[in-house]
């Protein structure tokens, strides 16, 4: 029996939308938890451009994606939302009725939740491993090909052949090196982004001849029923080679993919989730989408927008978690209740 | 106007207009180019306007910085004359730039 998590609110993602109406919810009284596939909050300015200036914030002539996260947590303090990271979302059951909704969510690590209403504010999709567009590599995925190591101890013995340059390539060189019958990292050049002090252990292991580094690209793979026997490896303008290998491990980056929100029940136009404009709710009664994920007339994908869409989500969300409740409307400036719940008063 | 000729991955040719300080990127979204992604609007963040710049225009359209090598790390069957087309802009000198989409950005 797993265990369950009860609370009004859960929402899926942790982007800036998804971090303000925590904020939004958090002044209705609304408790919520917050579930990403990613390890730490912030969605897309996270994960794709910490560093960059964003100018089109609300009151902040430039700020970083890092700093707007940093700010919103620091914002949404007060309420104190849970984050559950590194999990994706894979099911959610509707167990209520349209007037007095409830749900089931469910994790890939098999957390479950069950809840007033469901916020998606999941961007893109959920950032998932880029696949080599190697001919036929499926047949190998799970088995002798992987994106993310798990289990060390799958790779044990094993002849392993790591492709990257990044930080994810050069931790698992490190740590597989020791386990591994022989490992072999392949970069397309001989340049690496991953933290210098990585990139050293790993230049003192192949000048030890302890492993192999080689410059190249894996352009395809031999084997049998999903066992890998050898990639098929190309320097340059050369003719391509084998290396003998048992495990497959390809660091490219993350990508964005709908998933598993494509069966949860909700219309969809072109991968978008369809809401109206009012409440920012889907098609299913206690289901709201806000963010680059929905789409109505006008639609603009901008941070602000998102925003907007989570504040008028909340007013509605407040129905389904307390039915009985008339909600006034109050402002931050004014409201002694209201300040009280922030801890400024 | 800035003439610019997209090429995908059977060989289909494009040709469109990018108005100048612009981007390749830009210029192909605008003008529904397929097998452009452009997931992070042009942020140098993901990798998904990958093109291959043809020969003759290497050199006017300029060497990748180490930012966007970086990214072309995630990029697939990455040759010499690889790029993000959001990283080039568009200038009088490359007029009549040729570029190619690869089959798959990710």
Partial sequence: MVDNIETDVVIVGAGPSALFTVFELGLLDIKCHLIDILPRAGGQCSELYPEKPIYDIPGHPMITGAGLVDNLLAQIEPFRPTFHFDQLVTELETLGTAEAPAFRVKTDADTTFTCKAVIVAAGGGSFLPKKPPIEGIEAYEDKSVFYAVRKMEAFRDKNIVIVGGGDSALDWTLNLQPIAKRLTLIHRRDDFRAAPHSVNAMRELVAAGKMDLRIGQIVGLAGDDGELSGAHFKAGKEDAVEIACERLIPFFGLTMKLGPIAEWGLNLNENLIPVDTAQFETNVPGIFAIGDINTYPGKLKLILCGFHEGSLAAQKVHRYVYPDKKLTFQYTTSSTNLQKKLGVQ | ?106
């Fill in chain 2, 1 to 106: 106007m800035v003439h610019i000729t997209f090429i995908d991955s059977s060989g289909e040719k494009r040709p469109v207009e990018a108005e100048e300080g612009s981007t390749v990127m830009e210029a192909a979204i605008r003008n529904s180019i397929p097998e452009i992604t452009a997931e992070c609007g042009g942020a140098c963040a993901c990798a998904t306007c990958h093109v291959y710049v043809d020969e003759a225009f290497v050199p006017l359209t300029g060497e990748a910085s180490p930012q966007e090598e970086d990214m072309l790390d995630f990029a697939y069957a990455v040759q010499p004359n690889s790029r993000l087309a959001c990283q080039i802009k568009v200038t009088p000198e490359v007029d009549g730039l040729i570029v190619t989409t690869p089959a798959r950005q990710g």
